[in-house]
């Protein structure tokens, strides 16, 4: 079974409001969470982003019950503080990243305040890796999305190396010499480069990227890809689409029907074109108004026989620069309406506001003209939607040539929101088109979008995102009866064998507790009796303390390797042997009490002490204080780390403390070394096994157990598939 997924965006697909004091949860609206859906109801799958509160307004207690209740829909919220909302989602993300990717001129007051911007926008884009970090495991898949996180996937790749990291933009990304008038456009690239799969709408964005990516030198370009030492980024197109089946049998809908009548009764007897879009600078709104006051000016036989409907949707209401465009937008509405209306025709019906579905697919149904024209759009699903609710073939697009969608919509009219009188032209086109002649256009734009849904576009991607892509690295497989033979054929050969094990997960089940993990009477006997075979050398290799290991399996004929490392206890031997320059644990009387305060405040939480290491479990915490408190441990303990020479390692609902330099990987270097093998067998299921896999040669036969991506050659679901395995080994 494939690793779950994590989706890390913005916003969740369920939005938080506070309304007189009490919380209400609703939906969100949006193609992501529509394109998802299939993903975020997935109890495997975890979404996590902002809940839409500032958390200044909200108590712990509200804190808690937001995030019980994004639980059930397996979101995870990341609280923001009003300043940081101001500074990342206001500031840099929609006031820098959003107008220069959109070719939109950037306001003075912006660019003066950009280094303001960008170290709240990199603050917040830390508190997401955190958040990330804390609700996942080693070997995950993590699809990160748009331009209000792309520093993201380095963050995430520094820490788990060996991720799956894919990172969609949502909007264009803008040709290089517009992206380097970000100060800090390099980072951003960098941040982006920490992805193993980049994906863009169409394919001019993802040249755009790379060629920004030759500008800064930041890696070797090749044909859709960057390589990066020993790891490739694919950079490719995904064209976003819609619910293709949903908007056309939605006419059935009573809700529809209804609206349907209404709107015909409305806008008897006018040819209605239509306008949906967010109040947005880069939509080109005030463009298209002009060329329809344009229009009306040239052609008087128009009048009264045509109604622009425009319908804009509310959108970043804080910003100065949406503020104006609504003032310019409402005042030039009022001046069409006023030299050219009558009193019983108004050539604009101007709407501010955000429809429901419903609503909207009835008015695509009767709009006969959509005039989508952005100045500059990542793809633009209006026009998808606009065409999938046309019974007959019937409609007619006109549709910018900077919109993403034209790359897929060519047989629509085109014009260039550059150059006024193109708009103009094509309206008054639209207009006169016969319905017949442009029927067979939208019949084979129909069966385009048809073939391109959104969810052809999220399984595309996450197929594309899991395949390999680590320079001279092998697939994982899942270990079949038949491969299970060839190894133990493999063992039966060879003369001199090494095997290594880990304990918790692959020998014994996970408990709650750590003392409650013994192994069973089966597994003790296999150990044995594999321990006992001339000519094999086997070494459990574990985080676990001494006095477990030593408890537990230390009547055996094993060696033993305690706490990653730290401590060795050879077969032969009866004492442990310390590895150098890990004796000292002073630092555990100073790091012990931060990670108690914190077990205190997080109910079900508690610390282990080791000999030369500390654990915090939370296997048994309250997820919303489990998450909340392991992001501040791990900020916490990291200046701590450093200057006492340790690492802070976050394992399966564990967080550890111990010594830098201690890793099974160099344990498993010293087994090889002091045992020359011709057969060597690794098996381990956590972030600590990755060190002993990378540790041993590539004809060791290592295997995984449980979900996650690996280094490891071969794959096992649980430790009774191990336990099954050890026996066919033990049968020689």
Known sequence: MSPGLIIVSNR????????????????SVGGLSMGLASYANN?????????????????????????????????????????QIDGFYNGYSNRLLWPLFHDVVLSKSAVEKEDEYWKVYRQVNKIYAESVLARSNAGSNIWVHDYHLMLLP?????????????????????????FTKLRDAPALLAGVLGSDLVGFHIVPYANNFLESVRHYDLGTIQPSKVLLGDRVVRVTDFPIGIDYAKWRRANRLWGVRKEYLRLKLKYWGKKIIITVDRMDPSKGLVERLVAYQTLLEQNPDLHKKVRLVMIAVPSRTDIEEYKRLKEKLEKLVMEINTTFGTSNWQPVDYQYVSLGFEQLRALYQRADIAFITPLRDGMNLVAKEYLASRSGHSGVLVLSKTAGAAEELKDSIMVDPAKPASLVR??????????????????????????????????????SLRQNNTLGKGPTASLSDLKQKQIVDDYNRSFKRLILL?????LAPFASRPEDAAPSPKVKRLLGKLAQTPDNTVVIISGRSRGNLDEWLGHLHLSLVAEHGIFTKKAADKDWQTTPNTASNNWQAIIAPVLEKYAAKTPGAFVETKTA????????????????????????????????GLQVKQGNKILEVRPLGIDKGTSAIAWLHSTSPDFVLAIGDDYTDEDMFA??????????????????????????????????????
């Open 12 to 27: 969740l697909p369920v939005s938080v409001k506070k309304t007189e004091g009490k919380l209400e949860f609703f939906p």
């Open 613 to 644: 290491a500390l654990v915090w479990h939370y296997r048994k915490a309250n997820p919303y204080y489990a998450h909340k408190y392991l992001v501040i441990l791990k900020r916490v303990l990291k200046p701590m780390a450093t200057k006492y």
């Open 502 to 506: 880990d304990y918790d997960g692959v």
């Open 154 to 178: 380095a963050l995430l790749r520094a820490e788990r190396p060996d991720d799956k990291i894919g990172f969609f933009l949502h909007i264009p990304f803008p040709p290089m010499k517009g």
């Open 695 to 732: 540790g041993v040669p590539a004809s060791a036969y290592t295997i995984k157990v449980g979900r996650g991506t690996t280094k490891a050659h071969y794959r096992l679901k649980n430790p009774a598939e191990v336990e099954q395995f050890l026996e066919k080994l033990s049968k020689k």
């Open 43 to 83: 109890r495997r799958n975890k979404w996590i982003g902002w809940p839409g509160l500032a958390s200044d307004d909200l108590s712990e207690k509200e804190r808690q019950i937001i995030s019980d209740e994004l639980l059930k829909h397996n979101c995870y919220p990341v609280f923001l503080t009003q300043k």
């Open 426 to 463: 094509g309206l008054k086109r639209a207009i006169n088109m016969p319905r017949k002649k442009f029927a067979k256009r939208v019949a084979i734009m129909q069966q385009t979008i048809a073939d391109s849904t959104i969810h052809t576009w999220a399984g595309g991607f996450m197929k």
